[in-house]
């Protein structure tokens, strides 16, 4: 794309300033984004491996991490499902209303945190709208496992969707009208037409669902209680750890959500280079 | 629309699936912020709306997201422009990382500035002498929101300015208009809608945003509050009314912005087709 272009005659001020543009871009990556990265394993590794070993195996710090695992394994799965059938149904049929379900679709990112933390515990809180019947039953929903799984579904939403409607929208509905008409039936073109095409896409968007998952911190915050080794995930145990100033420990936590956000950014670019360059 | 009948199966379990998905988890829980808040009545909302705290709380994030954004359209312009047309050395490297603060958990980048601008951090020991506090004062805020917003200009400009013909500007150029000329009345009026698309993307991930803040702000009333740890802080004194009256006034300010955001797009769309 870049590399074809005509080398016309630069004059030594086009040189100058071209220069300039890309060393004062440079500095700015590298002073807003890359220096907060390279703290974070640096801050961990302070104490030197030891450290970071002893505070990863924190009773606590491995509770937080189960926790963390086991919402992303009911969360994902279930927004993946949806995903694909909210892209199947987006980009295979026309329907009135479909932009606002788009929309709709997107809300959770227009949120703050905060507010998809909240409105879990005006439904399901000792005051919220089911409170008095949950009680009554002996479940607990907030402040407890169930409204962070809730809230990490909620943040996590358009993630797959998001994805594949794009890709799904450019790839048309001719190939899978052909299967048909050749005597498919629909599971088999599902499988053998559309899920071959989409599949670096929808990686994609599990790999980003599952990083958010994990991540979430503002919702999962509001629901959780802090409750040490029940009902911290990993990003509040950060947060505990940064308020007891045990800063190597957080930034030891911190340093596996960084990896996490690492992987899914990495996975990102190389379905954009492949899906660019088939 | 309707010209042709759709063979593809699936339409009634898919849109269904959907339809009930999306109501479930997505409509019904956030109408609870509404329902609640006019179950509270409409002196309590506005008053609680418009305490001096909360008002406060209002325009520190108003403020520091718009001056946030304002950054981001600054160096996400240049960023964007550096990338879509000049060749260097790593450069598939920097493209990748202008993502980070959107893969990067918002508690570990808020972690991550409070240890550098600390009085002991990395910048803070320099920056500390000089007389320039960043963490636990509102410029620590202006920073995370910052941070947290950057990747949405340089994606949305980026595409444009690949597209834009430079011979154009050659022409523009070769016609005898100056550098700055052709920057300012043949490239901008292109980029414009897409720049500003961009930072009001930035602007309402800023009015939002929590976890990186929380690090970063003392959270001391007037001062360093902003909007959703105020509303965490009613939440933590029990006071889910005020709470949900704060959520709501927010949601509605989020709502407004995501429609503008909406006919922004759709204008400069159809300003790219026309063109």
Redesign the interface.
Same mark, same amino acid.
Request: glycine residues 6%.
């Given at each position: 794309? #870049?590399?074809r272009?005509r080398q016309?005659a630069e004059t030594a /001020?086009?040189k100058l300033?071209?220069w300039l543009?890309?060393t004062?871009?440079?500095v700015? $990556?590298a002073l807003?984004?890359? #220096?907060?990265?390279i703290?974070?394993f640096a801050?961990a590794l302070d104490k030197g491996w030891a450290g970071y070993w002893e505070a990863i195996r924190d009773p606590e710090t491995l509770a937080a991490i189960r926790l963390t695992l086991i919402a992303a394994a009911i969360a994902v799965p279930l927004n993946t499902l949806?995903g694909i059938?909210?892209a199947? /149904?987006?980009t295979?049929?026309?329907?009135r209303g479909k932009n606002l379900?788009i #929309?709709?679709?997107?809300?959770?990112f227009?949120?703050?945190?905060?507010?998809s933390g909240?409105?879990?515990?005006?439904?399901f809180?000792a005051?919220?709208?089911f409170g008095p019947w949950l009680a009554d039953h002996d479940i607990q929903i907030i402040f407890a496992v169930p409204g962070i799984i809730l809230a990490t579904?909620?943040v996590t939403?358009p993630f797959v969707a998001r994805e594949l409607i794009p890709h799904m929208q450019a790839q048309g509905?001719e190939e899978?009208?052909a299967a $048909?008409?050749l005597g498919a039936t629909?599971l088999q #073109?599902?499988f053998r037409v559309t899920l071959p095409n989409i599949k670096w896409s929808l990686l994609a968007g599990v790999i980003l669902c599952t990083?958010r998952a994990?991540?979430?911190?503002?919702a999962v915050?509001?629901v959780s209680g802090h409750i040490r080794g029940e009902t911290n995930t990993i990003?509040l145990q950060?947060?505990i750890l +940064?308020q007891g100033f045990n +800063?190597v420990a957080?930034?030891a936590v911190?340093s596996l959500?960084?990896f996490?956000?690492?992987a /899914?950014?990495?996975v990102?670019?190389i379905v954009e280079w492949k899906t660019t360059e088939t | 629309?309707?010209a042709r009948r759709? *063979?593809?199966?699936?339409?009634g379990?898919?849109?269904g699936?959907?339809?009930s998905?999306?109501t479930l988890?997505?409509?019904?829980?956030?109408s609870?912020?509404f329902l609640?808040t006019a179950t509270g009545g409409w002196e309590h909302f506005r008053s609680t709306v418009t305490s001096p705290q909360v008002v406060a709380s209002y325009k520190l994030t108003v403020g520091a997201s718009i001056a946030g954004a304002a950054i981001n359209a600054v160096?996400g312009l240049? *960023?964007a422009?550096?990338l879509a047309?000049?060749?260097?050395f790593g450069k598939?490297w920097?493209?990748?990382? *202008?993502?980070?603060?959107f893969?990067?958990?918002?508690? *570990?980048?808020g972690?991550? @500035?409070?240890?550098?601008y600390a009085d002991n951090?990395?910048?803070g020991r320099y920056l500390v002498p000089m007389g320039i506090q960043v963490a636990f004062t509102p410029t620590g805020i202006l920073l995370a929101l910052?941070?947290v917003g950057?990747p949405f200009v340089v994606r949305n400009v980026q595409p444009v300015l690949?597209d834009l013909d430079?011979e154009i500007e050659?022409a523009a150029r070769s016609l005898g208009a100056t550098?700055w000329q052709t920057f300012r009345l043949v490239i901008m009026p292109t980029v414009l809608p897409a720049l500003v698309t961009g930072s009001a993307l930035a602007l309402?991930r800023a %009015?939002?945003?929590?976890?990186s803040v929380?690090?970063i702000s003392a959270n001391i009333p007037f001062k360093t509050q902003i909007t959703?740890l105020l509303?965490?802080t009613k @939440?933590e004194e029990y006071d889910?009314t005020g709470?949900?009256a704060i959520?709501a006034a927010? %949601?509605l300010m989020?709502?407004v912005?995501?429609l503008a955001i909406?006919l922004l797009q759709a204008r400069s769309r159809r300003y790219q087709e026309t063109s």
């Open positions: 794309m #870049t590399g272009r016309h /001020s086009g300033i071209r543009l890309i004062v871009a440079l700015f $990556l807003f984004l890359v #220096t907060p990265l703290a974070v801050q949806f059938a909210a199947w /149904s987006i295979k049929f026309d329907f379900l #929309t709709i679709l997107d809300l959770p227009a949120v703050s945190p905060v507010i909240l409105i879990f515990v005006l439904i809180g005051q919220g709208w579904i909620f939403v509905r899978e009208e $048909l008409v629909g #073109t599902f990083a994990m991540g979430e911190f503002g915050s509001v990003p950060v947060e +940064y +800063y957080a930034f911190a959500l960084t996490l956000g690492l /899914s950014l990495i990102k670019k | 629309m309707r759709n *063979v593809l199966p699936g339409f379990i898919s849109t699936l959907t339809l998905y999306i988890l997505i409509l019904i829980p956030l609870a912020v609640s160096f240049l *960023v422009w550096v047309r000049y060749d260097f598939r920097v493209d990748a990382i *202008v993502d980070l603060p893969a990067l958990p918002t508690a *570990v980048a972690l991550s @500035l409070a240890a550098i951090g990395w910048f910052t941070f950057f690949e430079e050659e550098r309402a %009015l939002g945003e929590y976890g929380v690090f959703s509303i965490i @939440l889910y709470a949900t959520a927010m %949601l989020s709502f912005l995501l909406n």
